[in-house]
Structures are given as C-alpha cells and as structure tokens.
C-alpha cells in the first residue's frame, strides 16, 4: 500500500484490525490526527494513520498506557529524541512487569496453600477451613 493511499474511517479502521469507534477514541485521545472532510464530507485518513493505529495496539499489548503511547508517539516525531528515549521507557515498562510478576507468583502461593487447606472436599461446609483462610487472624 503506498502511503499517500487515503482511506475512510471504516477503511482505516479494517486495515488497522480496530472497530470505527476505537478510531474515533484515538482521535478525542491525541493519538491520531482527525482529518478535515473532503470531498463528499468524507474523512479521509492518510495510510500512516494506520500504521499508527497498529502502533497503539502493539503497545498496548506490552502493557504500555495510553499516555505512555502519546509520549512515544511524540518521540517518534522529535528531532531531538534519541534511541535511548525510547528504550528508558522500554525498561520502566520491564520493571512494571517484572513487579507484576513477582505479585503474581506471590497471589498463586497463597492461592496453593488455600486450596491445599481443604483436605477432604465433601466435608460440610460449616467445616470447611479455606473459609477461616479469608479470616485475617487465621494462618493457612
């Protein structure tokens, strides 16, 4: 596709793999240019618009904010952004995980030990210690 292709907005919005709604989202956002109309009073998007779309969802899909991509948007398009601009973010991000991770793998811990906590499994539920595992001065 050559760039200076323009497409409407449920164009852009099927070659970006998004709804005409999250297009529009993006637009209130600042996270894409809203064209003028045209011919017809039809907005036409240039073809970048969805390579930027594209762009958005990728990093969402890495756990990056909505902001966060605006700022990355915004480095894309400075003269005075470096490599090195992109990349701190990139292991902030990383750390973000990391700890996200590790609470993760905490919650599992302690959601084996509360299963575990139950040894027979057809006792009454009057019985039943994973209740008293919910009691904050009960240890499991």
């Known amino acids: 596709m050559k760039d200076d ?5 449920g164009k852009l919005a099927n070659v970006s793999g998004v709804g005409v709604e ?3 989202f993006y637009e209130r956002q600042g996270l894409i240019q809203r064209p003028p109309k045209g011919e017809g009073s039809f907005r036409c998007y240039p073809e970048v618009e969805a390579k930027k779309i594209r762009f958005i969802k990728k990093a969402q899909e890495l756990g990056f904010t909505l ?12 003269e005075q952004a470096t490599c090195g601009n992109i990349t701190q973010r990139a292991e902030v991000k990383l750390s973000e995980v990391e700890a996200k991770i590790k609470d993760l793998q905490s919650m599992r811990r302690s959601l084996i030990k509360l299963v575990d906590s139950c040894g027979d499994k057809n006792i009454s539920i009057k019985q039943c210690r994973v209740l008293d595992c919910f009691d904050p001065g009960w240890k499991c």
Do not use: D
């Open 67 to 78: 902001k966060e991509i605006k700022e990355l948007l915004e480095l894309q398009i400075s």
């Open 5 to 9: 292709r323009k497409l409407t907005i």
């Open 22 to 24: 999250t297009v529009r």
